[in-house]
């Protein structure tokens, strides 16, 4: 039974989805379940976390098939760290939607659906097969377009179909990618394929290699194939946005980074040069296109690509230190980007406005409020003691060793640039006079404040007792660049192997 322990993280949404599906009608019973079920996540991805610490890397085997034959999950630290960021931004988002999320939405089954994309992401983080990765894709595409439909207002069924035209076509290219691969290697077990590719032509697995590139990079919002996020993320409700923002298109980067650490290290100089002129385009064309907007959240749908490029400088450097730097900057921005998105939605009820020019005077009566935007904007910018300030200097730090100046200049500038966007913000939404004419605005409830506390306190943690997190992201990069490790555990069971019935 020791093997639930990996199993569960995606079981457990999976099972309070189907019971809140059969609940159809009971808005109330849906919601605690959808909360319940979030909030018990934190324990039992900590729980996981721990083992893998302690134990080493955990593998499950689905009705007891050998690898590489059954479907296994597997969770080294990597993983595990994303299984407890998700669990975490789960229980924050449950907690926000409490008053965010309209009765109407609810009656569409906003909460059965949100768990079931809360399992996607889970499955994507702990699968150990090409294959079942492409199927957890779908899973948390599907519940994903739902969400951002759910309500079909004109913006949200624009921004939707834009999101899954674009979206199907990279699962296309992904399937495709996959069937080139298992009549390469005959496999699609993570491990197994690692093996498998290392006897490949050479030429031929670059080729395979940017095509799960693009595939990927669609999921990331990588320049340039980011421009359906901008046009979708902003549409639907503020507790769905957050989650997206936080956490959708970190599961492209995670896909990208294990298999450009696991599969494709064939040829690093090809492959992970492509990689830092992505990033470094993806930082730039991201913060530009932050500048030239003035809504809230749309300054904060661009801040997304441009943010991604910095997780992206750390793959394509491929060293120990620029790893650990990726995984410590996943988590800092996770946190902050979708705090950022919750504020963003406490200060429309209080200004009636997400429109900077309709905003203004929020100092002066929610200086609570203004507080929030401090440290999540100042830490999203890289200001110390904050969380972006370590994430910053670990990736600049990376780079710099690995003697690639023009990646660290890149990142200090756009840095800069994130700065003015979010200095934008604080003159247009609390430090610009209030408008002569504004409506009331609406006092925000505890559902909307608490997770807003908590994702800003965990953005002052991670700043100022680093350590640990940082200890924890270190034992993820020396995983990754060891691939042996991995594959041992999976196809030999030498580090923690489990087996679930």
Partial sequence: MSGWWTVAPVALPLAAAALAFALVGQRSAQRVIATLTALALVPLSVALLMRVSQLGIQTAQLGDWPAPFGI????????AIMVVITAIMAAATAIYALSDIDPARESLQYHPLFLVLVAGVNGAFLTGDLFNLYVWFEVLLISSFALLTLGNLRNQLEGGLKYVAVNLVSSLLFLASIGIVYGLTGTLNFADLAV???DAPAGLVTVVAMLFLVAFGIKAAIFPLFFWLPASYHTPPIAISAFFAGMLTKVGVYALIRVFTLLFTHDVAWTHGVLAWLAA???????????????????????????IGYILMGLAIFTPLALAAAVFYLAHNIFAKANLFFIAGMMRRAGGSFDLGRLGGL???????????????????????????????????????AGNAWLAATALGVGLLTLYSMTKIWQGAFWAPAPTERA????????LV??????????????????????????AAAELMNPDLYIDAVLNGSLGTEVAP
Avoid at 285 to 307: D, P, R, T, W, Y
Avoid at 367 to 386: K, N
Avoid at 440 to 445: I, Q, R, T, W
């Fill in 72 to 79: 296994a999950f597997v969770a080294d630290h990597f993983s």
């Fill in 196 to 198: 498998a590719l290392r």
């Fill in 281 to 307: 385009l993806t930082m730039v064309i991201g913060v530009l296109g932050a500048a030239a907007q003035n809504e809230v959240h749309k300054i904060l749908s661009f801040h997304i690509v441009s943010q």
């Fill in 363 to 401: 100092y002066k009566t929610h200086l609570w409020l203004a507080l929030l935007f401090i440290v999540s904007a100042f830490g999203l910018a890289g200001f110390p003691p904050l969380s972006g300030f370590w994430a910053k200097a670990l990736v600049v730090l990376a780079s710099l060793d």
């Fill in 440 to 447: 009331a605005g609406e006092s925000a409830s505890w559902p």
């Fill in 450 to 475: 608490v997770p807003a506390v908590v994702l800003a306190g965990l953005t002052v943690v991670l700043g100022l007792a680093s350590e640990p997190f940082i200890a924890l992201a270190n034992a």
